[in-house]
């Protein structure tokens, strides 16, 4: 695996892997890698691509500063694992290489209704900063395709969106199911800072989501989002949000629509630790 720190090598590098016809395929992380990730360069390998990975904490994607200054960084072992899991390229910059003139001075995207729901309404300026740092790493990268994880259900949908609005209408977008431990959590970096205690109750959200999609012919909505915020609160969890929403545009749903393609979503606090999750709820 090659490892580049500077744009403008990396950027070379992979233009000329393109006159040899190898195709980019693109992984942004923001490190401390695990399954969910691994999933993804995976599915990259099975379809042949020039595999490229970075690795990089956006500042800017974080509305809340303790959660930046405590966000799990594990770089050797990622390095090790990306190596083990056949990654080519991996790009490690510094915050001057990708924000050259001061992350202020980086161009933003607007994602209008996307950015005013959910997970836009619960951390303002979040998808304002993965905007800024994907389209950065799209510019310096160009791949032939990126690959996203279901479990970032929003971010994949205001990513598409951005590749729209750059005009990047050749990009394709693989968005990869979520990885989930045995007893549903759906993988994420911030799990390891979960308590042993913590941890034992955190698999409440997947059921939680399960139970929404379980009970779609019941009809009622509004009765089993209570019914799990309910039991959240009762385990010691905080709820954001449980959500039903359209699967193409995030339109909030009152109510199941089986005309629609629905989603189920929910944020919640154990402790300090923020987790999110979501499930395609399927007609049965
Ligand atoms: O999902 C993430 O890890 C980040 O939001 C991303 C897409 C790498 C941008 O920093």
């Known amino acids: 695996m090659i490892i580049f720190k ?15 016809g190898h ?3 693109f992984i942004p992380t923001m490190g401390a890698l695990h399954a969910g990730h691994l999933s993804l360069i995976a599915k ?20 809340d500063k303790n959660d930046f200054e405590k966000y799990p960084v594990t770089i050797e072992a990622d390095i090790e694992m990306l190596e083990n899991a056949g990654c080519d390229v991996l790009f490690l910059p510094s915050v001057d290489e990708i924000y050259p003139g001061g992350p202020e001075k980086a161009k933003g995207y607007d994602f209008g209704y996307l950015d005013t729901i959910l997970e836009g309404a619960q951390r303002p300026g979040h998808f304002h900063g993965v905007g800024q740092v994907v389209a950065r790493l799209l510019e310096i990268v160009q791949p032939h395709t990126l690959y996203l994880g279901q479990k970032d259900y929003q971010q994949c949908l205001v990513l598409r969106k951005l590749t729209e609005l750059m005009g990047l209408k050749e990009l394709k977008v693989e968005i990869c199911p979520t990885v989930r431990e045995a007893d549903g959590l ?10 042993e205690s913590q941890r034992a109750i955190a698999g409440l959200i997947y059921q939680c ?5 379980s009970k779609q012919h019941a009809g009622d909505f509004s009765v089993v989002k209570k019914e799990c915020e309910d039991i959240m609160k009762a385990k010691g969890m905080t709820p954001e949000y449980v959500a039903l929403a359209d699967a193409h545009d995030l339109t909030i749903l009152e109510n199941y629509d ?3 393609p629905m989603v189920a979503l929910i944020a919640a606090r154990i402790g300090e630790i923020r987790l999110i999750d979501n499930i395609l709820v399927e007609r049965h």
């Open 44 to 63: 990259a390998r099975a379809n042949k691509m020039l595999l490229i990975c970075s690795i990089f904490v956006n500042p800017t994607q974080f509305n």
């Open 209 to 213: 989501l399960v139970s929404i999609e």
């Open 23 to 25: 195709k980019p395929g």
């Open 6 to 20: 500077k744009s403008q090598d990396i950027k070379d590098y992979i233009l000329r892997e393109k006159t040899l």
């Open 186 to 195: 759906a993988m994420s970096s911030r799990n390891r800072r979960l308590t």
């Open 258 to 260: 089986a005309d629609r």
